[in-house]
Structures are given as structure tokens and as C-alpha cells.
């Protein structure tokens, strides 16, 4: 398996790589991949509870729009420091959160998900009612942005993902990953063996919002506007989901990769026009067939067999 | 009584108008094995899942070292001293043996990252203890099916557990992999332990209990040694009958020419555990063949075979060809049918609908016909044709089932345990349909039961099937002396 010093190794020389990359692409496809890197983000909080805690949440937009609008609407109602709307819209994300997950997670098997779901649309319509302090449809711009520079604002991503890769992929290796790895496979058996199911799946799903909140606000501030089809719409929501499924369930880190990989794909056939999608739903689809244990996953598989 | 660790007191559990569970109680003492045994449906279960708070029960009280935990959520009665080995789980695949049973060490914490050295320790002591040493970073998809009992097992003991409860302990294991599971359980005899064995019949925990508690569809029957209960009148009647009459008809298996339905030399394959070994059974024209054997035997997995729902090895032929090739439709096409176990009504649909969708490929006047036939076979069932088959009681249930797959016309009907958790006024009803078809049609019938009272009366032939394998095979009227003990 992939584990040890050469996993390190290679993340190591990945991170580096894609550091070094402002010195070598065009500032067109920097943009691309600093919008890449908050999607790798949403990607790893979201596989955190599918792929651990074994709830699908289609939703994960609820959680980054509510971390997302926060942090702007906090911004232009008082203008704090950017970092402080950042927190802001990672702490509104997990009570949002909570308040769904308290009740959802009462309900059992496809249930919770559907809940999620209605989530999104409750946000989205919430959104467009309240226009007035929201910007409605057209969205809102707002004050501040984290930077003028596209090198800073890449760098900025790159950070932002790697530090929030790495507390998600420890906690996901760590004794509480393990406890919610065999809560979402058998619950059953994990009560039985004296862990509060409930407690750790909610936990997941705080530190997921929280995540997910936190990316959604930095993403505002990189691109200084903020609207319903950016951060809310249920089509980013199955963007994420695939990413997260193509990089690999259970890995974390997968998802940060299939993020990429999706983003840039979006990217590169984007001159197909309108068979883009297509193709990259027909790619999403075949690796979900054939590889249902995502592009990380099958590495990971390939030598644990070897 | 004051020393029982375990005390279960007017136990009482229902599910909607079904009583799983009625005034069960025992007592079970540091360092004492308790067997409690029933057929399939006897509630038997659910006791046990009452005791470990996977289901809430609605009477009664559960007391572990004095402590009543009845109604407790599942970990918290972990926590008090309750450790299940359940008999399916699903362990952690990406982990090691190692991490699977270091899991069950950890605190229920949020904020303890890592675990402590001494986890781990005590982790590899517990694996020594019943004997996975040498497998300990293997992965369980790699493990042979005793190992991953064994896991099972290591994880239950790892909190060191006061009362431990172990669902059907001996189930796919081999004669020599039993001895050594039997040792282990023994082996919380001396640590002290309350020990509840949950299984189909007193034959198989003998050897390890110190009592046995046996219920029937949901209420206490007999209680006392192994030898006391196998004795006790009600659990013979239960498991074998009274005085059965039997009406074989012998001339039909000695007409010459192929055998109607001939399965020679079948063995299945689940994951690891061998469901079926070398099975070879023929049944002829218009016989009623009953196979009979215990809940885990291999009953269903055999009629899977044959209705093409199972990969096997061997052959299995019908009408002298081969139906390897065939799939399960062409097969129920062919005129094999199965009423399988859990019945498969379509519960939102009227009686009269489920009827009809069996007879989907008669013609009108045949389908009506048929139906009208149906419903004077069970009258019951002309009473409830506008109702949702949902809302039937187990036995009405049961008759739509039989009712549904005799509407496709079989050649051979094949019966999965018709008399599963019923009780016994409804299984005379039944009984009486089958004479009933037995006398007045040509239908050839393959009937699977445990229980030996329903399919002995009306049985041609019987074979008894007993850990994968047919260990008897013969006359009804033989079977009390030749193959009864070996049923209790």
C-alpha cells in the first residue's frame, strides 16, 4: 500500500510542482486551478462524511452557499478583516449544518440525503426571496478580495488546501476516523461495541460544514463576487460529488485530485462547447463503472494486491 | 436471585400485530453458559437483541451485575458490560486483523486522536488469546472464514465484557474448527463471564452449556440441562411432533425412466463458507418430496440452485436436460416454481392483484378458472380479495404466497418453510391444502422444512439435510427412530 515514507515522498513533490507552477502557465490557467484547489477542498469535507461516515450528502452546497453568504454579507454589512468574515462563514456553516444534520440524522437510509437535498433548495429560494440583502438572482460583489495578484491568490489556494488536506487526512487516519469508518459500515456492530453512532456521524458532519464553509467563503474572496450559480446551484453540488467519487472514497485525498482533475477537464475540452459536459460526465461515468473504487482508491488497491 | 450477572425478567416484544417476544425470562451466573435455543421464528433472536438494546424492548427488565439496561441505546449497554459476536459483520476491509481489533478498544471519544500504547498491546494479547497471531496484519478479505469468526470474536471479548452473547456460534464451521470454538467459549467459564448461546437446537450447544433455555414462538417452553430439555415433552413435540401419521405412496419412485427433477453431486459456495456438499436428490411426477433440516442447513441455498439463482457445481436436470444454461426465468417458464421463505408478496397490492400478476401469462379464462379454484383451495382467501396483502397476518400471508405460485401452474411447486413463525391452528390449514392438492391434482411438490411434524405427513420421500450435506434418506414412517434424535 501507499503508506509510509513514499506517500510522503510524493506529496511532498506534488505540493512542491504545483507550487512552482506560477512560474510556468499562463495566468489564464492559474486562475483555473486556484478555483480548483476550493473545489478540492469541498471535494475531501464531502468524502469525510460519505466516504467515512457513510451518509450521502447531496448537498454539500448548502454547507459552502451558508459559509459562502455569510462571510459577504458580513463583509459588506461591517467589514471586518477578511480572515474574521472567513471564520464567520466556517462557524454559520457548521450551525447551518447541525440544524440539518440533528433531525436528518434520525431518519435512516436514503432519507438523509433527500433531506440535503431539499436543503439546497430551500437555500437557493431563501437566497432569491431575500434579494434585497443578498443580491438575489445577480448575486452580490463583495468589498474586499484576498488579493489583487493572481500569483498571491494561488498561492493562497494552494496553502488553504494543502493545511485543510492535511488536518482532514489525519483526522481521517486517526482513532476517530476508524470509530466512523465502522460506524458508516455497520452501525449495528459499532454501537454494540459501545461508540455513540449518532455523536461521531454528527461530528463528522460539523467538521465536514465547517470545511466546507470555510472554502466557500475564501472562494468569495478570491473572485470578489458571490451568487447563487458560484456556490449554491445543485449542478456545483454534483460536480463535487463526482470529484470526490473519481479521486476515490475513503481516501481524502482522491477527492482533491479528482477536484482537479475535473476542473481541468471543464478546462481543456471547453473549446467541444457543448459536448464538454458530456464528455466529462461520460469520463465520470465510465471510471465509476470500471473503477468504482475511484483513480486514489484503485492505486491504493493495485498495491495492496502487489 | 442474587449472583446472576445476566437477569432477564418478563421480557415482552411485538412488532405491529406480531408478539416476537412474551414474558421471557432467566438468570444467568458468573462463569455459567447458557444455551437458548428455538426454531426458526421462535423469537429467539430478538431476545438476544433486546438484551443488547439493538431493538427496544416493550416490557420487562434486563439487569447486567444488578443494573437494569433495558431500554438503554446499544452502546451505552456495551459500555455497562455487554458484548455481542454477532454471526454476519462487516469488518473493516482497508484495515488490518490488528486495527479491527484495536476499533473496538478505543474510547468512545471525540477528542482522543490517537490510542495508546497500551491498546495496542493489549490488542495482540487478545488476538493470541484466540488464536489469530499469526494473521494479525493480514486483511479480513484475505482471511479464511474460521479466522474471521475468530475476529469476531477477539473484537466482543477486547472490552472484556461480564455478559457475552454469541449468535449462532457454531454456524459454517468445520467438526474440528466447532472443538476449537467450543474450547474458547468454555474458556469464559473460568474468566467469569455470563455466557448466552443463541442457537436452533440443543444438539448443537450440548456439549458447551450449562443449561438450556428453549422457546417457542416467542414464549418459554423448558428450561434445565441439556438432557432435561432434549427429554422434555413439548420440546419434542416442537421440534419433532407427536405420533405423526404418514401416507407414503412407494410405487411412485419405483416407475422406471428419468427422474422428473434429478440434482446430482450439487455443492454452492458462499464467499468462504460451503452452503452445499456433493447434494445429489431426485424427485419423480406427482411425488411430495420434503427436505428437512434446520435453519443453516442448506434448504434454501439448494432450492436457489435449483431455480438457477446460485452458481453450483455438478448438474442439476429437469425432464432429462440440463439446466445449467438455462436462467431463473426460462426455469419458472419451464415450470419450476418457488414459493421462497420470506414470501415476496407485493404487500401494497390487493389479494386479488397478486393472484392475478401470478397467472400473467394464461389466458383470461384460464387465469379465472384458476383463480376460482384457488380461492376454494384457501376460502380464507376469498374473505380478504380487496384487501392489501400487506396487512394479512403471517398464515394469511403464507396461503397467497402458495396461492400466487400454484397460479403459474407449476409442474413442481417447490415450498421454502411455509410454516415459518406460525402458529399451529393456521399450520393445520395449510396441512389440509396440501392433502388437498396431493389428492386432487398431478402437481409434484418439493417441500423444505424444519419443522418435522408439517412435512412428514404428506411426504413421499424425506431427506434430511445437516450441515451442508444429506445424512438421511428414506421413508417418512422411519424417520422418528432412524434420523429423530439426531433433530433435537
Known sequence: MLRGPALWIVLLVVIAVAAAMPLWVSAYILGVLTVAWYFGVFAMSWDLLFGFAGEVNFGPTFLIGLGAYAAAMLDNALGP?????????????????????????????????????????????????????????????????????????????????????????????????????????????????????????????????????????????????????????????????????????????????????????????????????????????????????????????????? | MSGALLQVEGLHKRFGGLVAVKNIGFDIRAGEILGLIGPNGSGKSTVMKLIMGIERPDQG???????????????????????????????????????????????????????????????????????????????????????????????????????????????????????TFSALIASFREQGRAVLLVDHNVKGVAAVVDRVFAMYLGEPIAEGSASEVMANETVRRVYLGGTIETHARPELDKRGGPPLLDVRDVSVLYGKAQALQGVSLHVREQEFVSVVGLNGAGKTTLFNAISGLVPYTGTIAWGGEPLRSRGPGAIARAGIVQCPENRELFGSMSVQENLELGGQHLSPAERQGQLDWLLNLFPILRERQRQAAGTLSGGEQQMLAIARALMMKPRLLILDEPTLGLAPVILEQLSNALAELRRTTRITLLLGEQNVTFALPHADRVYVLEHARFVWEGDPARFAEEAGTGYL
Open chain 2, 61 to 179: 427488565a434486563v439487569r447486567v451485575a444488578g443494573t437494569d439496561v433495558a431500554g438503554w441505546p446499544a452502546h451505552r449497554i456495551a459500555r455497562a458490560g455487554v458484548g455481542i459476536v454477532f454471526q454476519h459483520s462487516r469488518p473493516l476491509h482497508r484495515q488490518t486483523v490488528l486495527e479491527n481489533i484495536k476499533l473496538a478498544l478505543l474510547p468512545d471519544s471525540l477528542l482522543r486522536l490517537a490510542a495508546g500504547a497500551h491498546v495496542e498491546a493489549r490488542a495482540r494479547e487478545i488476538a493470541e488469546r484466540v488464536g489469530l497471531e499469526r494473521v494479525l496484519h493480514r486483511h479480513p478479505p484475505t482471511l479464511p472464514f474460521p479466522d474471521l469468526r475468530r475476529m469476531e470474536l477477539a473484537k466482543a471479548i477486547a472490552r472484556d465484557p461480564q455478559v457475552v452473547l454469541v449468535d449462532e456460534p457454531f454456524a459454517g464451521l468445520t467438526a474440528a474448527e466447532v472443538a
Open chain 1, 81 to 306: 478583516p477578511i480572515f474574521v468574515c472567513v471564520l464567520a462563514g466556517g462557524v454559520v456553516a457548521m450551525l447551518g449544518g447541525l440544524l440539518l444534520a440533528v433531525p436528518a440524522l434520525r431518519l435512516s437510509g436514503p432519507y438523509f440525503g433527500l433531506i440535503t437535498l431539499v436543503a439546497v433548495l430551500l437555500l437557493q429560494n431563501a437566497i432569491v426571496i431575500f434579494a434585497s440583502i443578498t443580491g438575489g438572482e445577480i448575486g452580490m460583489n463583495v468589498n474586499d478580495v484576498l488579493s489583487i495578484d493572481a500569483n498571491i491568490n494561488y498561492w493562497i489556494g494552494l496553502a488553504f488546501l494543502v493545511v485543510c488536506g492535511a488536518i482532514l487526512f489525519g483526522l481521517s487516519r486517526s482513532a476517530i476516523g476508524l470509530i466512523l469508518q465502522a460506524s458508516g459500515q455497520d452501525k449495528i456492530e459499532a454501537a454494540a461495541l459501545g461508540f455513540n453512532v449518532t455523536k461521531h456521524k454528527l461530528a463528522a458532519f460539523c467538521v465536514s460544514a465547517l470545511f466546507s464553509g470555510l472554502a466557500g467563503a475564501m472562494l468569495v474572496f478570491y473572485q470578489g463576487t458571490v451568487s447563487v450559480d458560484s456556490v449554491v446551484d445543485l449542478s456545483i453540488a454534483v460536480q463535487i460529488i463526482i470529484a470526490a467519487v473519481l479521486g476515490g472514497r475513503r481516501t481524502i485525498l482522491g477527492a482533491a485530485i479528482g477536484a482537479a482533475c475535473l476542473i481541468l477537464a471543464g478546462e481543456l475540452l471547453r473549446p467541444l462547447g457543448q459536448l464538454n459536459t458530456f464528455v466529462v460526465a461520460a469520463v465520470a461515468l465510465a471510471v465509476i463503472l470500471f473503477f468504482p473504487d475511484g483513480l486514489l482508491g484503485q492505486l491504493l488497491r493495485g498495491r495492496a494486491r502487489a
